[in-house]
């Protein structure tokens, strides 16, 4: 078991650009998790999946960002036109469903700079 | 809706002294109450968590945390400190519903002197 990966770790970008970011999660957790943390704060909860399935999504997530998990394995988080404000520290966690569920493993996070 | 207060932003300790770091609670449901670490340049990892049952909760690295639910409180302790301590450190909570979307606070900045 290697733990939650992220990819690419730091990730430079223009206002305006789109950028896709990549997490696979353990490969028996079904749930994964999208955080994005700026300097100073909490983790702020983004999104989750079971499986394949989008299952809520935070009033944070705005039409710009979108997540997918296609096969229920990895995902990628896509931010579309970003804005400097959207310059954080993106996290994945994943977890089982059901009896440990409670219990979340993150990843080492993508920190994205928007310039 | 739950919420989380971590009532110091930062605490600087002398190494081998003791240290207690606060977090206080909201919310209308039952809840599981989580503390993680977060080191530089790294993710966070669980120290500990109060799913039910005793109240006091043991964790790695000779961390603990004590579940009062008068007071809404986990707040987290730890006898003696070592430089190695210094982090970021998160106190959280989730709904005993399955747990899906953990809620956190602001953070505690540990920082332990020689």
């Known amino acids: 078991d290697t733990g939650v990966s992220q990819n690419p770790r730091h990730k430079i970008t223009k206002r305006g650009q789109n950028v896709t970011f990549r997490c696979d999660p353990i490969s028996e957790h079904n749930r994964l998790y999208w955080y994005r943390q700026t300097l100073g704060q909490g983790p702020e909860f983004l999104t989750y999946f079971q499986n394949e399935a989008q299952l809520e999504k935070s009033r944070l997530l705005s039409d710009r960002f979108s997540a997918e998990r296609p096969k229920g394995s990895f995902s990628t988080l896509e931010i579309q036109r970003t804005e400097q404000g959207d310059s954080a520290m993106y996290l994945c966690?994943?977890?089982?469903?059901?009896?440990?569920?409670?219990?979340?493993?993150f990843g080492p996070g993508t920190r994205l700079t928007v310039t | 809706a739950q919420s989380v207060t971590q009532l110091d932003s930062q605490v600087p300790v002398f190494e081998e002294a003791p240290v207690e770091l606060r977090c206080n609670y909201s919310?209308?449901?039952?809840?599981?109450l989580f503390w993680y670490v977060q080191y530089p340049n790294q993710g966070l990892q669980l120290l500990l968590k109060?799913?039910?049952?005793?109240?006091l909760v043991k964790g790695i690295n000779g961390f603990e945390a004590e579940f009062n639910k008068s007071q809404t409180s986990f707040h987290l302790r730890k006898p003696s400190v070592h430089i190695s301590d210094t982090a970021e450190y998160f106190c959280a909570v989730s709904q005993n519903t399955g747990g899906f979307k953990t809620i956190f606070g602001a953070g505690t900045r540990l920082f332990v002197k020689a």
């Open positions: 109060y799913l039910s049952g005793s109240t």
């Open positions: 966690a994943s977890s089982l469903s059901g009896v440990g569920s409670y219990e979340q493993y």
């Open positions: 919310s209308s449901v039952s809840v599981y």
